[in-house]
């Protein structure tokens, strides 16, 4: 069985930096396009930035340039580096493989605000 566990959240001011870790178990990332998601209430969950088996990355142009993903296949996990943080980036962040999903995590809450 596959388990996904966000971590590293928190509440940050404007302009503040965030790094998320995602840790995998029973599931070898290397093998797969990992991803980070989002969502906010009332809203469907989005994919902000994913990476694929082979290091190649692509983010939603409301994140470009300011979010980096990136993953150590040999820790199994996935992160999400998270700088220039703005109100509109407030969610709970997800992980989860792009194309064979599994049960979702609890997600990490991510609050920007001063």
């Known amino acids: 069985q596959v388990h996904l566990v966000e971590s590293g959240g928190g509440l940050v001011q404007p302009g503040g930096s965030l790094r998320l870790s995602c840790a995998v178990s029973?599931?070898?990332?290397?093998?797969?396009?990992m991803g980070w998601y989002r969502q906010t209430p009332g809203k469907q969950r989005e994919l902000v930035a994913a990476i694929t088996s082979g290091d190649s990355t692509n983010y939603a142009d409301s994140v470009k340039g300011r979010f980096t993903i990136s993953r150590d296949n040999a820790k199994n996990t996935v992160y999400l580096q998270m700088n220039s943080l703005k109100p509109e980036d407030t969610a709970v962040y997800y992980c989860?493989?792009?194309?064979?999903?599994?049960?979702w995590g609890q997600g990490t809450q991510v609050t920007v605000s001063s």
């Open positions: 989860n493989a792009v194309d064979y999903k599994t049960a």
């Open positions: 029973g599931r070898i990332i290397s093998f797969f396009a």
